[in-house]
């Protein structure tokens, strides 16, 4: 009985040290992926078909454009070079009521501003966080990381736009190689 109790604990212990064996290896193959991701150049991630508006579109064009998974928009001069972006968030904050100090009516004074007179530039944030098209995905996701964004205009040396980084399309590549 004993030797019987022997060969199932060294059994036992054989497929636990396998399955260990397997999930050490994994992980391994999963660093080696994520220290790939890493040097990823951002150019081949990020989305090139985005959202551009001009700082004098209307807003209400604006909201029209912005819809699926357009969740921002470049702000661009006549010759693609970055003035601005906007995030759906931007947008929830022209809306927003004040916090302090509030006087009756002036909530509502500010959600009436938006008409036909209301531009992108009345929204748009000047000096957005941006990455350089030559960069890669570990530089990216630091920026991220340390700053909040969730969106990343990518620009070359002369502020021209050449796409948006996104969270969505980092994690997409994750997925792709963690498989």
């Known amino acids: 009985m004993e030797r019987a109790e022997k060969l199932k604990r060294k059994k036992m212990h054989i497929v636990v040290g396998k399955r260990k064996h397997l999930q050490m290896q994994r992980k391994e193959e999963l660093s080696h992926n994520i220290r790939y991701i890493s040097k990823v150049p951002v150019k081949l991630v990020m989305d090139t078909?985005?959202?551009k508006v001009h700082p004098e579109d209307p807003l209400t064009t604006l909201i029209e454009n912005l819809?699926?998974?357009e969740t921002s928009a470049v702000v661009v001069d006549e010759k693609n070079r970055l003035l601005g972006f906007i995030t759906m968030k931007d947008l929830l904050h022209f809306f927003s009521p004040p916090r302090r100090y509030s006087i009756v009516g002036l909530g509502l004074l500010k959600r009436y501003t938006?008409?036909?007179a209301s531009r992108v530039?009345?929204?748009?944030?000047t000096k957005p966080i941006t990455?350089?098209?030559d960069d890669n995905l570990g530089h990216?996701?630091?920026?991220?990381?340390?700053?909040?964004?969730?969106?990343?205009p990518v620009v070359d040396g002369e502020k021209h736009v050449h796409g948006i980084l996104e969270v969505k399309d980092i994690i997409r590549l994750i997925r792709i190689v963690s498989v």
Not at 140 to 152: P, R, Y
Request: net charge negative.
């Open 140 to 152: 990216a996701i630091k920026l991220m990381i340390e700053t909040g964004k969730h969106h990343l």
């Open 67 to 69: 819809k699926g998974e």
């Open 114 to 116: 938006l008409n036909r």
């Open 131 to 133: 990455i350089h098209i």
């Open 121 to 125: 530039e009345d929204i748009m944030v």
């Open 49 to 51: 078909d985005f959202l």
